[in-house]
C-alpha cells in the first residue's frame, strides 16, 4: 500500500503533532485526498523516518500525529560531493533530481566560464533548487537531505572541497581515462565536478588539476550536463559497492 512520504525540516517527536500547510497540504488534501485515520511518513533530513496519521484537515492545514519511529538508513556508504555548473532551469531540475534520487550528499552549483544563465537570476532560484531536492528525497525514500550549497565561482567550489577529507577528486573532461584505483584503499568520500551545456574551458581543467582534480570520462561519446552526472553517480556508485 502506497502511504505518502512529507519532508517536515523541522525536529520530530514520538507523541507530538505536526501542522502541515501551504504547498504539502495542498498536495495532501487536495491531490491525494487524505483524510482522517490516513496514513502518513514524515521525515526531517536528519535520520529515520516517522509514521504517523492524519487526525485532521481544515482549508489550509493537515494536523499529524506521530505515532512511530523507524531509523532505518537509506544512505550510500559513498559519501560524494557533487560540484554541478549551473545549467539551464529545466535541466538544472533534472539534474538535482537525479542526483537525489541516486544519494548524493552534497551538492554544490558553481559558476562557471560557459555559464548558460544570466548570473543575477541564478541566486533568486536557490530556494526552487532546495525544493526539487525535498521532493525528490520524498519520493526516493532518502532518509537524509542532501546538503545544498548556495551558488559560488569555479574557484570558490574547488577550495571549497580542496580541504575536506576526500580520497578522490574528479572532474568530467571528455577523453580522460584515468579512474581512481577501486583496489589501492577504501574509498569512503569522493568530490566529482560535473561542467555546463558548454563544458569546461580549458582554464578551468588546468585550475582543477592543480586542486588534486583528476579528469576523467566514462566513455567517447559527449553526454547532456543533465545526463553526465546521472551516468557518473551511478558509475561510481557501482565501481565502489553500493550497487553490487
Avoid at 539534474?95 to 541564478?122: F, Y
Wanted: net charge neutral; with cysteine.
Amino acid at each position: 500500500m502506497y502511504i505518502p512520504r512529507v519532508f517536515i525540516p523541522q525536529a520530530l517527536a514520538l507523541g507530538s503533532s505536526v501542522t502541515v500547510g501551504e504547498t504539502k497540504h495542498h498536495h495532501l488534501s487536495r491531490v491525494l485526498r487524505l483524510s482522517a485515520g490516513a496514513q502518513v511518513i514524515l521525515c526531517n533530513g536528519e535520520g529515520g523516518e516517522f509514521a504517523g496519521h492524519v487526525t485532521a484537515t481544515s482549508k489550509h492545514q493537515t494536523l499529524i500525529s506521530i505515532e512511530d519511529f523507524d531509523p532505518i538508513s537509506r544512505e550510500p556508504k559513498l559519501n560524494i560531493t557533487l560540484l554541478m555548473s549551473v545549467l539551464k532551469r529545466d535541466a538544472m531540475i533534472s539534474a538535482l533530481q537525479r542526483a537525489t534520487e541516486l544519494g548524493v550528499a552534497v551538492i554544490i552549483p558553481m559558476l562557471t566560464q560557459h555559464l548558460s544563465e544570466k548570473r543575477t537570476q541564478v541566486e533568486k532560484r536557490f530556494a526552487a533548487w532546495q525544493g526539487v531536492i525535498e521532493h525528490a528525497s520524498e519520493q526516493s525514500g532518502r532518509t537524509c537531505l542532501p546538503h545544498l550549497k548556495p551558488p559560488m565561482p569555479f574557484e570558490t567550489a574547488l577550495a571549497d572541497v580542496e580541504a575536506a577529507a576526500i580520497d578522490h577528486r574528479l572532474i568530467a573532461h571528455l577523453g580522460s581515462t584515468n579512474p581512481p584505483d577501486a583496489q589501492s584503499k577504501r574509498v569512503g568520500a569522493l568530490a566529482l565536478a560535473i561542467g555546463p551545456e558548454g563544458g569546461f574551458s580549458t582554464d578551468e581543467v588546468a585550475l582543477a588539476e592543480t586542486r588534486d582534480f583528476v579528469p576523467y570520462s566514462v566513455g567517447p561519446r559527449t553526454l547532456r550536463a543533465e545526463t553526465a552526472s546521472a551516468a557518473l553517480l551511478s558509475h561510481f556508485y557501482t565501481a565502489f559497492g553500493e550497487y553490487r
